[in-house]
């Protein structure tokens, strides 16, 4: 809004400190602005108040307004992310036995300078093998891996992971023919051939976030290759 | 660019009301403008919370199981355990014709079923096919239009056309997520923005019952005012 001056003066009369010391207060703090949005909103461009910072190290771009920041593999053999299934202790494929791995490349641990919506894009190409060592029992045939956003507050006194079930995605098993609860059940490459991809938006407060992409494993071994994770946040 | 002046009282002056007032209502008339402003003097209080200049980030999500199936072949709204798949943004959300839209869609199919993926003649390529649409519900004056800001399509089977071949009518890509995205200019200032949903169709096939199946699925959408 546009400066009111609170006192006006008028000739032939006692002039107050009160009005004086508030006619100087208000423009000390107009000028040192106190600038709302209908100051501005006919006359500039945010993309000439807020010209953003590139941090190289970790590829964050930060803005007044927001900031994003990702990480991006393509297809290298040595980049791959593995997940397997063997570290779970008795049994592999169980629904109840879950054990979730983060996948590497596809995490960001970000810092909130208050409160925002942050909208996360991830992309992956994922490759399952098969469980040689375990058939039957539930889920038997195509064993499903999920693929879920993980989400840590670590503003919380006691930091405790939630998976984010609106983020799930599945790279199944590549052969099998009985039914599972989840199961693709043809042969060949194209259960355990997947693109697994999800953009959501999660509000989360002030502090200090960790995002991060996790599978909980039912094959002995899978990978991703080619990957794609980014965090943009709204802070409006 | 606005001019703020100061009278210089002298020892023994009486100030008068014109020279104690003016360098306040100069104050007054200086407006903000490229010409005194530099860039990142602004601070997050400077912007307006209520979002009526900056980006908005709005959201729908169905993170439930419960499936939508349909085997219609013209666009349908999905429905997610009753409740449509839409983001419906606050009455009032305007946009200008410089602004722009940018939405997004993903989910998760489930058990979708080909009967029929065409007889490999190019008439009938898009039986092997379902699809998804985002449409925008909005308002320039008189009645509410809409607009696609973005469609993609899936194939049933591991081909893009044929095949009358049963094998290829399995189940494989059960389970597959799917997610795209699209750019809208805004066409008009003034643009009253009403809704976002997302629309599922199957292929035209002959009325063979390709049915379509949708668990968990979300809109996004930015309003990007910069």
């Not at chain 2, 946009?95 to 939405?103: E, K, S, T, V």
Request: charged letters at 20%; proline letters at 3%.
């Amino acid at each position: 809004m546009a400066f009111v001056k609170p006192y006006n003066y008028i000739n032939n009369q006692v002039l107050e400190d009160t009005n004086q010391r508030s006619n100087e207060e208000a423009a000390k703090v107009y000028v040192n602005q106190e600038i709302v949005a209908a100051d501005y909103g006919t006359n500039l461009d945010y993309t000439e108040i807020e010209a953003g910072e590139f941090l190289p190290v970790t590829n964050d771009h930060k803005f007044a307004s927001s900031f994003i920041a990702g990480q991006n593999i393509s297809n290298d053999n040595i980049d791959r992310a593995y997940f397997t299934s063997t570290t779970k202790a008795n049994n592999q494929t169980s629904a109840s036995s879950v054990v979730y791995r983060d996948l590497y490349g596809c995490g960001k641990k970000i810092k909130l300078d208050r409160s925002a919506q942050v909208l996360v894009t991830f992309q992956a190409a994922f490759i399952a093998g098969d469980n040689s060592n375990t058939t039957g029992g539930d889920g038997s045939g195509m064993w499903e891996n999920r693929v879920v956003l993980r989400h840590t507050d670590y503003t919380t006194s006691n930091p405790t992971p939630v998976y984010i079930a609106g983020t799930r995605g599945y790279v199944f098993e590549g052969a099998g023919a009985s039914l599972g609860l989840l199961n693709p059940n043809a042969g060949g490459t194209a259960a355990n051939r997947r693109q697994v991809q999800h953009q959501y938006v999660l509000s989360l407060s002030r502090g200090e976030h960790d995002l991060q992409i996790a599978v909980n494993p039912k094959v002995e071994y899978g990978w991703t290759s080619a990957r794609n994770f980014l965090v943009e946040v709204f802070y409006l | 660019m606005g001019q703020i002046n100061f009278t210089k009282f002298r020892e023994g002056d009486t100030p008068d009301a014109t020279g104690l007032n003016a360098p306040y209502d100069d104050l007054a008339a200086v407006s903000i403008e490229k010409e005194n402003t530099k860039p990142n003097w602004a601070t997050r209080a400077h912007f307006d919370d209520t979002g009526e200049k900056a980006n908005e980030l709005f959201f729908y999500d169905y993170d439930g199981v419960s499936a939508f199936q349909t085997t219609n072949t013209n666009y349908q709204v999905v429905i997610n355990a009753g409740t449509p798949s839409r983001i419906t943004f606050p009455a009032g959300t305007s946009m200008d014709g410089a602004h722009i839209i940018r939405a997004g869609a993903s989910g998760i199919i489930g058990d979708i079923i080909c009967n029929t993926d065409g007889n490999g003649d190019g008439t009938q390529d898009s039986y092997n096919y379902f699809s998804f649409r985002l449409l925008v519900t909005y308002n320039v004056g008189g009645g509410n239009l809409t607009d696609v800001i973005a469609e993609c399509g899936y194939s049933y089977t591991r081909r893009s056309r044929l095949t009358n071949d049963s094998t290829g009518l399995d189940s494989a890509l059960w389970w597959r997520n799917f997610s795209f995205s699209g750019l809208w200019a805004v066409p008009n200032n003034n643009t009253q923005i009403i809704s976002i949903q997302l629309e599922a169709k199957v292929g035209p096939n002959g009325g063979a019952g390709n049915q379509l199946d949708v668990t968990r699925n979300n809109i996004n959408a930015v309003l990007v005012r910069n």
